[in-house]
C-alpha cells in the first residue's frame, strides 16, 4: 500500500517543498499563539476564568 502512495508522490513536480510549507506554517502559527498567550491582559484572564462562577439571576 505505501508503495503505491510512495510512487505517486514521486511522479509529482516540486512535491518536497510541501513538508517544508507545513513545518513553517506550524511554527508560525504556534509562535504567534505563544505570543499573544503570554502579552493576554492579566485582568481579562481572570476575568475570564470567573465567568463559569458567576450565576445568572
Known amino acids: 500500500m505505501l508503495k503505491f502512495i510512495k ?4 511522479t509529482i513536480d516540486g ?10 506554517i506550524f511554527f508560525i ?3 504567534s499563539f505563544f505570543i499573544w498567550a503570554m ?3 492579566k485582568d481579562k484572564i481572570k476575568e ?3 465567568l463559569p462562577f458567576k ?3
Open 7 to 10: 510512487h505517486n508522490l514521486e
Open 15 to 24: 512535491v518536497d517543498i510541501y513538508p517544508i510549507i507545513s513545518l513553517s
Open 29 to 31: 502559527v504556534f509562535v
Open 39 to 41: 502579552t493576554y491582559s
Open 48 to 50: 475570564l476564568s470567573e
Open 55 to 57: 450565576g445568572e439571576k
